[in-house]
């Protein structure tokens, strides 16, 4: 079975400034999608950025950017220039690429990293 | 891309009582899926359900306590059944997107806070 793991409970940031959020996750498959989700206090969660692991560029999307490094099991998440409304819990998730089987279409999430912005 | 309502946003129910939420897609849509989550925790997936097919239980969930139903490709509801105070949580539904064939991640409900008293 797949499992994703944030090490980081709890990050803050400076308004403005840059943070990087840390995923691993295990796996022997070789291909699959990983996300990261954004959910604010308002429970609604949000997708923030989506790679596929056959793609060795990364994704990005606007101030988010992923490192995602595939022989390391590694998928970071970058939050440029940060905003107040950045402020949430952000989850890492995997998805495995297959159609079928026991398991498949299900997300698996990491425990989460609480996000502060300060002022 | 999909987009999910659901319903109740929050409930107090008495222990003993069943509650059903209620899921609509605004698109059809294969899967749906059913998560608890603990405030300030990560998501814990009780059951997919598939149209035309039972729903699928993880482990440590039964259709007994968390029956599911899914009636056609827009719509789906899960009851949680004689509660307890341990059922107090978050509940949410999720379902999948897609970009032509390929998985471009998952629409969520805005949850369920349930409290059970």
């Known amino acids: 079975a797949q499992t994703v793991t944030q090490s980081q409970p709890e990050m803050s940031v400076q308004e403005a400034e840059t943070v990087t959020l840390s995923c691993t996750y295990d796996t022997s498959e070789s291909d699959y999608y990983l996300f990261w989700y954004k959910q604010p206090p308002s429970r609604q969660m949000i997708l923030v950025i989506r790679?596929?692991?056959?793609?060795?560029q990364n994704a990005t999307e606007n101030r988010f950017s992923v490192n995602f490094q595939k022989a390391a099991k590694s998928f970071s998440l970058k939050i440029s220039d940060s905003q107040l409304g950045d402020a949430a819990m952000y989850f890492c998730?995997?998805?495995?690429?297959?159609?079928?089987?026991?398991?498949?279409?299900?997300?698996?999430f990491g425990k989460g990293t609480k996000l502060s912005v300060i002022p | 891309s999909a987009v999910i309502s659901q319903k109740p946003s929050r409930d107090i129910c008495q222990r003993g009582t069943s509650l059903t939420i209620q899921c609509q897609v605004d698109s059809q849509v294969t899967m749906m899926f059913w998560y608890r989550q603990q405030p300030g925790q990560s998501l814990t997936l009780i059951a997919t359900?598939?149209?035309?097919?039972?729903?699928?239980?993880e482990s440590g969930f039964v259709i007994d306590k968390f029956p599911i139903s899914r009636p056609n490709l827009t719509f789906s509801t899960l009851t949680v059944s004689n509660m307890s105070p341990e059922d107090s949580s978050i509940y949410l539904c999720s379902a999948e997107r897609y970009r032509g064939i390929a998985n471009y991640g998952y629409t969520f409900g805005s949850g369920t806070r349930l409290t059970v008293v």
């Open positions: 998730a995997y998805r495995s690429a297959q159609t079928t089987g026991a398991g498949s279409y299900q997300l698996t």
């Open positions: 790679q596929e692991a056959y793609k060795q």
């Open positions: 359900a598939n149209q035309g097919s039972e729903a699928t239980y």
